[in-house]
């Protein structure tokens, strides 16, 4: 596939190959672009953006409307290049498309609802015959910097609500993943996005992140992956609007008074979707004393039914890792983690980009695979005594993403969704869970801002305050 700049397709001598991850084969080739690619983009966009400002609210539902439209229509086709190049299954592949289409069709619902609020500044001292009122107006260029886990929904959920807006976007997709992202600017252009406002330039994220990022003329920055990159992108970016969706290890507690049964299919739907490639996989299962031989017997038996394969094979039920080196990191920490005193339950083997769906036990909090973000098809459960000693543990790290309790308890729960540092809490569910119009976002290093189409308008849009002096 071509990129994306300049309202053209456009190719280039140099290209990046995009492979199967399970069987290593290319799927299709994409351009590299330069840091002049982006200079170029960027150009164009600034007419691009001042379309889109002047563009009424509802033209830019409708454009989002009959791209859903189009999406709706495309959804088996997308799953399997979802699939494809990412290594998910098939139905998630699928299921990650109907996502998508529902995120850009709430973006339109969201474009019809940019407003303005009335200040009533005559209760302030002095300010009679003073009426003020608010008014929200596009950024202009926001720059969709996009990972490799969900290569469609969450490059929607930065391009939909950068539409509504009323900007202009240019989208950095990751370069293992870039074709889902390619397909909806096409798919955009199709519905009638004018194609001066938006761009997707492909190929490593090093010097065409640094342009993007550096550049005067983009005005907000929308990222998600990993902290340290995302730290990268907030010292480059100066003084930019930035959103940053990063890391995380998501705690789940299950108290001594929980559905065992539920706890553990949520724990494996929770921990192992995506070959566990995904921020609120459910990493560290905190479970109660009382509990823990029966949880960990209740557990094992699901995982370790999860067959590994071809992601597009017919009853595969977990895909390969998007790269070999992935896996081999997991395989890495594994084996360091039972070096110091895990208990290896199930899983624990490596094939290629293929990772077994693992269980760890008797895990220490200071061990790797606790305490940093694994990002694998592992789950590392781990002994507490009571209520206490499982907030402690949730809190003792620096990401706060997602987070989980089974039990029956309301004082409990209430305590928990109170005293966890967590942007995303849920109560006898996994942590892996998320509506597309919720408000989604982290707490300390797992990031700053809110996605969701609603909460990401605000933040890719600015607040203006007009102040009418009346002779009264």
């Not at 992956?225 to 959103?243: N, P, W, Y």
Request: proline residues 4%.
């Amino acid at each position: 596939m071509r990129m994306f700049i300049c309202g053209q397709w456009q190719d280039r001598p140099e290209q990046v190959s995009v492979t199967n991850p399970f069987n290593g084969k290319v799927i299709d080739t994409v351009p590299k672009a330069t840091a002049a690619d982006v200079d170029k983009a960027l150009a164009t966009l600034v007419s691009g953006a001042a379309l889109m400002k002047a563009m009424p609210a509802y033209d830019r539902s409708q454009i989002l409307r009959r791209a859903a439209g189009l999406m709706l229509q495309r959804e088996k086709e997308l799953g399997h290049l979802i699939s494809s190049e990412e290594g998910k299954i098939l139905a998630e592949g699928v299921f990650e498309a109907s996502r998508a289409r529902e995120t850009i069709d709430v973006s339109a619902d969201e474009a019809k609802r940019l407003d303005s609020e009335v200040v009533p500044l005559d209760a302030a001292p002095g300010a009679k015959g003073k009426f003020g009122f608010t008014l929200r107006v596009p950024c202009g260029i926001v720059a969709a910097i996009t990972p490799f886990n969900f290569p469609l929904n969450l490059v929607a959920h930065k391009v939909g609500p950068a539409i509504a807006a009323g900007n202009a976007v240019i989208i950095k997709p990751a370069s293992d993943t870039p074709l889902s992202a390619l397909k909806l600017v096409e798919i955009l252009l199709e519905a009638g996005m004018p194609a001066e406002a938006i761009a997707c330039v492909t190929g490593g994220g090093g010097d065409i992140g640094h342009a993007i990022c550096t550049d005067k003329r983009v005005r907000k920055i929308t990222f998600t992956g990993s902290f340290e990159v995302g730290e990268a992108i907030c010292k480059m970016a100066g003084v930019k609007k930035v959103t940053m969706e990063l890391g995380s290890n998501a705690p789940v507690i299950i108290m001594d008074d929980a559905d065992l049964d539920k706890a553990a299919a949520m724990v494996t739907a929770s921990g192992f979707a995506n070959a566990g490639q995904v921020c609120i996989s459910a990493q560290r299962i905190l479970t109660a004393g009382k509990l823990y031989g029966d949880f960990l017997d209740a557990l094992k038996p699901r995982v370790a039914a999860l067959a590994t394969g071809d992601q597009l094979a017919e009853g595969t039920k977990m895909g390969p890792m998007v790269r070999e080196r992935d896996a081999m990191r997991v395989e890495s920490w594994v084996h360091e983690a039972v070096g110091a005193g895990a208990k290896l339950v199930t899983g624990g083997k490596r094939q290629g980009t293929i990772y077994e769906p693992t269980i760890l036990a008797d895990v220490s909090p200071s061990m790797r695979v606790s305490c940093e973000e694994l990002f694998g098809p592992a789950v590392a459960v781990t002994r507490v005594s009571d209520i206490d000693e499982a907030i402690r543990l949730a809190n003792s790290t620096n990401y706060g993403l997602s987070a989980s309790i089974f039990t029956r308890d309301i004082d409990r729960a209430m305590r928990f969704a109170r005293e966890v540092d967590s942007g995303n809490l849920h109560i006898n569910w996994g942590t892996q869970w998320r509506a597309d119009l919720m408000p989604y976002g982290g707490l300390k290093d797992s990031g700053l801002g809110k996605e969701g189409p609603k909460y990401a308008i605000r933040e890719m849009s600015e607040e203006k305050m007009v102040v009418f002096h009346l002779n009264t």
